[in-house]
């Protein structure tokens, strides 16, 4: 098997200087106009900001956990902005940029964090982009998504070569996952039924505490290979590399050609979540590299060559600050949900079990208010 | 709740709409029916396609339906599950064949984690109608993992609802409910029972799919089991009344949601209840209904609640199973000591 080399458009200096591999996913680019790439940059910005607010919210015990996403903004909004509307997206946990591409209201990241709920947006809203839910069990989300594919296949949504019509599944999963038996079982049902799948892994390097070279002696993309899924390993810090190459699975998915598998190589420069140190196991220098690459200086830098100026940065800075304004004020806000909910929506049709508990709970809670009153 | 004695067809046997059939034709006949009334019903497993499943219960469904509703899918339970709960985010129903009881395992995260957790976890903004079928229990002979009760776990779990037929007619109507259901169920078909003849009425309907209910009214003692266990009653019941003890037996049918009303009304009438289950005892569903009905029928209980049920080892191999599996004798031996009180 011979090692592909890794798709990249913009250097890490922020020049346009397409590798070899990235030539055949080229033409991808032209479908970009200036505003998409000064979206491109605003979402990046914005959800690296809503992270760090996020993340400060948390340390004020308005949460009981954050997943920070920073560092990680180039494979997210480029693969996302690769989505058409009719696609649907299933995240893991830290594709915070994904569902702010596709239109959820970021606050229901921070209830699912604060412990107000299990997740709970809807993705059969058509505010919601599509976007499915949180999935916290590593990789588990991975046969859903195929299983969702394997829907669309029965709804003749795929290969009519009516682009209008057709439509692919994109799941997100981690290096980690991809040590996970459903996500091995996801690459084979998908190959058998070929499905329009395409798997975007953010290898961020690690899993917790572990290094990638612990979960593999392989290249992680070389993995679903042996599954008769196609890859390709791109540098997940080039937003343009994420869109082009996931914009061409996406198509090739579709329409009838099955499922793909990007590696996405990125790095998580905070921790894996607020309850993590990562210092107890990371090597400062080697953040230091990965800081050195980081997606929206990188790609700052390209915008400017491109004649960009202040006043958009600066415009941009602006919405981020008041994008995260309304994110705490919003939190600061959130009350607890009512106690009977936790019995309203563990079955779909009335069960006598729920019905039985929450009017004991609601007879034994206020007989506390009548012993005040 | 209706009085019926299954393994009496003269019952209903006059009626031309009613035949014999063993309990694996009922289930055959039962998702057929379901496949035809609505195009979003699939079967996913292994080996269910072209061979018609081991135990034949899909027999000719692939070829009838097609290739695309009777899927033989890879051998990966987590993957068959995982893969039904996209599909029903899809809007599709899916019926999953579990091959043998003993191989559920490499599925229990999807199930438990997930198929039970996600409408909770949606906050009700979409179902999880996905039926999964498990064929379960001994008396069959088998190599370890082929004849096990795993049923409790299941019922432990909050999002499933559980479900085992004892007779052909509850399993073809069953069937049916449990696929038009919005919420998962777990589906366990009594092996044993798969061969045995009872009548199935294609005019009846259905009983609702969680009541439990009294299949042969006694006096002096209330047994209950469900699945295979429920047949092992009725001999017990047989026995019991050539040596002058009534027996009234209640077939359980939902092990989750529990129907606890005709449990409690017959407790209330005999004062005295033995529970009986091939599953292991400890932590098992027959302890959940003693220590139940202990607080709903605590003065009218005239002896404690007795549990028959599989010893607390691993299912032995097969030439130990009927040693193992509790017969109408080791039912007898509680009801005479229950009488004793």
């Given at each position: 098997?011979?090692?592909?080399?890794?798709?990249?458009?913009?250097?890490?200096?922020?020049?346009?200087?397409?590798?070899?591999?990235?030539?055949?996913?080229?033409?991808?680019?032209?479908?970009?106009?200036?505003?998409?790439?000064?979206?491109?940059?605003r979402?990046?910005?914005?959800?690296?900001?809503?992270?760090?607010?996020?993340?400060?919210?948390?340390?004020?015990?308005?949460?009981?956990?954050?997943?920070?996403?920073?560092?990680?903004?180039?494979?997210?909004v480029?693969?996302?902005?690769?989505?058409?509307?009719?696609?649907?997206?299933?995240?893991?946990?830290?594709?915070?940029?994904?569902?702010?591409?596709?239109?959820?209201?970021?606050?229901?990241?921070?209830?699912?964090?604060?412990?107000?709920?299990?997740?709970?947006?809807?993705?059969?809203?058509p505010?919601?982009?599509?976007?499915?839910?949180?999935?916290?069990?590593?990789?588990?989300?991975?046969?859903?998504?195929?299983?969702?594919?394997?829907?669309?296949?029965?709804?003749?949504?795929?290969?009519?070569?009516?682009?209008?019509?057709?439509?692919?599944?994109?799941?997100?999963?981690?290096?980690?996952?991809?040590?996970?038996?459903?996500?091995s079982?996801?690459?084979?049902?998908?190959?058998?039924?070929?499905?329009?799948?395409?798997?975007?892994?953010?290898?961020?390097q690690?899993?917790?505490?572990?290094?990638?070279?612990?979960?593999?002696?392989?290249?992680?993309?070389?993995?679903?290979?042996?599954?008769?899924?196609?890859?390709?390993?791109?540098?997940?810090?080039?937003?343009?590399?994420?869109?082009?190459?996931?914009?061409?699975?996406?198509?090739?998915?579709?329409?009838?050609?099955?499922?793909q598998?990007?590696?996405?190589?990125?790095?998580?420069?905070?921790?894996?979540?607020?309850?993590?140190?990562?210092?107890?196991?990371?090597?400062n220098?080697?953040?230091?590299?990965?800081?050195?690459?980081?997606?929206?200086?990188?790609?700052?830098?390209?915008?400017?060559?491109?004649?960009?100026?202040?006043?958009?940065?600066?415009?941009v800075?602006a919405?981020?600050?008041?994008?995260?304004?309304?994110?705490?004020?919003?939190?600061?806000?959130?009350?607890?949900?009512?106690?009977?909910?936790?019995?309203?929506?563990?079955?779909?049709?009335?069960?006598?079990?729920?019905?039985e508990?929450?009017?004991?709970?609601?007879?034994?809670?206020?007989?506390?208010?009548?012993?005040?009153? | 709740?209706?009085?019926v004695?299954?393994?009496?067809?003269?019952?209903?046997?006059?009626?031309?709409?009613?035949?014999?059939?063993?309990?694996?034709?009922a289930?055959?006949?039962?998702?057929?029916?379901?496949?035809?009334?609505?195009?979003?019903?699939?079967?996913?497993?292994?080996?269910?396609?072209?061979?018609?499943?081991?135990?034949?219960v899909?027999?000719?469904?692939?070829?009838?339906?097609?290739?695309?509703?009777?899927?033989?899918?890879?051998?990966?339970?987590?993957?068959?599950?995982?893969t039904?709960?996209?599909?029903?985010?899809?809007?599709?129903?899916?019926?999953?064949?579990?091959?043998?009881?003993?191989?559920?395992?490499?599925?229990?995260?999807?199930?438990?984690?997930?198929?039970?957790?996600?409408?909770?976890?949606?906050?009700?903004?979409?179902s999880?109608?996905?039926?999964?079928?498990?064929?379960?229990?001994?008396?069959?002979?088998?190599?370890?993992?082929?004849?096990?009760?795993?049923?409790?776990?299941?019922?432990?779990?909050?999002?499933?609802?559980?479900v085992?037929?004892?007779?052909?007619?509850?399993?073809?109507?069953?069937?049916?409910?449990?696929?038009?259901?919005?919420?998962?169920?777990?589906?366990?078909?009594?092996?044993?029972?798969?061969w045995?003849?009872?009548?199935?009425?294609?005019?009846?309907?259905?009983?609702?799919?969680?009541?439990?209910?009294?299949?042969?009214?006694?006096?002096?003692?209330?047994?209950?089991?469900?699945?295979?266990?429920?047949?092992v009653?009725?001999?017990?019941?047989?026995?019991?009344?050539?040596?002058?003890?009534?027996?009234?037996?209640?077939?359980?049918?939902?092990?989750?949601?529990?129907?606890?009303?005709?449990?409690?009304?017959?407790?209330?009438?005999?004062?005295?209840?033995?529970?009986?289950?091939?599953?292991?005892?400890?932590?098992?569903?027959?302890?959940?209904?003693?220590a139940?009905?202990?607080?709903?029928?605590?003065?009218s209980?005239?002896?404690?609640?007795?549990?028959?049920?599989?010893?607390?080892?691993?299912?032995?191999?097969?030439?130990?199973?009927?040693?193992?599996?509790p017969?109408?004798?080791?039912?007898?031996?509680?009801v005479?000591?229950v009488?004793?009180?």
């Amino acid at each position: 098997m011979t090692e592909t080399p890794t798709v990249q458009f913009l250097s890490v200096e922020g020049e346009f200087a397409p590798t070899e591999s990235a030539e055949e996913y080229r033409s991808y680019l032209d479908r970009l106009s200036e505003t998409d790439l000064q979206e491109f940059y605003r979402k990046m910005v914005v959800v690296r900001r809503f992270d760090g607010e996020a993340t400060n919210l948390q340390r004020q015990g308005q949460m009981a956990l954050w997943v920070p996403s920073h560092g990680q903004e180039g494979a997210q909004v480029g693969s996302a902005y690769a989505a058409r509307p009719h696609d649907h997206l299933f995240p893991s946990y830290r594709e915070h940029a994904v569902g702010l591409v596709r239109g959820i209201d970021m606050l229901a990241i921070v209830e699912l964090l604060r412990g107000n709920t299990h997740g709970g947006w809807d993705p059969a809203d058509p505010t919601n982009g599509n976007f499915h839910g949180y999935c916290l069990v590593i990789g588990s989300h991975s046969l859903h998504a195929t299983g969702y594919a394997m829907g669309l296949q029965r709804d003749g949504l795929v290969g009519t070569g009516d682009p209008e019509v057709d439509a692919a599944v994109l799941c997100y999963f981690g290096d980690g996952a991809t040590s996970q038996g459903d996500v091995s079982e996801a690459f084979v049902f998908s190959a058998s039924s070929q499905t329009p799948n395409v798997f975007f892994l953010q290898n961020n390097q690690w899993a917790i505490s572990v290094p990638v070279s612990v979960q593999s002696r392989v290249p992680l993309y070389l993995r679903s290979r042996g599954f008769g899924v196609p890859s390709v390993q791109i540098d997940g810090n080039d937003v343009l590399a994420s869109y082009a190459v996931t914009a061409k699975a996406l198509d090739d998915a579709r329409g009838g050609g099955g499922p793909q598998f990007i590696e996405a190589l990125t790095y998580r420069i905070g921790a894996h979540t607020t309850s993590d140190d990562p210092t107890k196991y990371r090597e400062n220098a080697e953040q230091e590299f990965w800081v050195k690459r980081d997606p929206i200086v990188r790609f700052e830098k390209y915008l400017r060559s491109l004649g960009e100026g202040d006043a958009f940065f600066d415009g941009v800075k602006a919405e981020a600050d008041d994008f995260a304004a309304d994110i705490r004020a919003r939190t600061l806000v959130l009350e607890a949900p009512p106690i009977g909910t936790m019995f309203d929506h563990v079955y779909s049709e009335p069960h006598p079990v729920m019905t039985e508990q929450k009017l004991w709970l609601e007879r034994y809670e206020s007989s506390f208010q009548e012993e005040q009153a | 709740m209706t009085t019926v004695n299954p393994s009496n067809p003269t019952t209903a046997a006059a009626a031309p709409e009613v035949q014999e059939l063993p309990m694996a034709k009922a289930l055959n006949l039962g998702l057929a029916k379901a496949l035809a009334d609505d195009p979003k019903v699939l079967l996913m497993g292994e080996d269910i396609g072209r061979l018609g499943g081991v135990f034949r219960v899909t027999e000719g469904l692939q070829a009838q339906f097609g290739a695309d509703r009777v899927v033989d899918t890879p051998l990966a339970e987590s993957g068959i599950i995982g893969t039904a709960i996209g599909l029903a985010m899809r809007g599709y129903r899916p019926v999953c064949e579990i091959q043998f009881d003993g191989f559920i395992w490499p599925g229990f995260d999807q199930i438990t984690s997930q198929l039970a957790k996600l409408t909770n976890r949606g906050g009700g903004a979409f179902s999880m109608p996905v039926v999964i079928r498990v064929p379960y229990g001994g008396h069959i002979g088998a190599v370890e993992h082929h004849q096990e009760s795993p049923e409790a776990y299941f019922a432990h779990t909050a999002g499933l609802r559980v479900v085992s037929p004892s007779t052909p007619n509850d399993a073809y109507w069953m069937m049916q409910e449990a696929i038009r259901s919005n919420d998962p169920v777990m589906f366990f078909e009594p092996k044993s029972r798969y061969w045995p003849k009872g009548p199935v009425d294609f005019t009846g309907s259905a009983a609702p799919l969680h009541a439990s209910r009294v299949v042969r009214v006694g006096t002096d003692v209330t047994v209950l089991a469900h699945g295979a266990m429920v047949s092992v009653l009725m001999q017990a019941a047989e026995i019991a009344d050539a040596e002058g003890i009534s027996l009234e037996v209640i077939d359980l049918r939902s092990i989750s949601p529990i129907d606890y009303g005709p449990i409690v009304d017959s407790v209330t009438k005999t004062g005295r209840l033995v529970v009986a289950q091939e599953a292991s005892g400890f932590v098992s569903v027959g302890s959940e209904i003693a220590a139940t009905v202990a607080e709903r029928a605590f003065y009218s209980l005239q002896a404690p609640v007795l549990r028959v049920a599989g010893f607390d080892t691993p299912f032995p191999p097969a030439k130990l199973e009927t040693v193992f599996l509790p017969d109408a004798d080791r039912v007898m031996e509680a009801v005479d000591r229950v009488m004793a009180y």
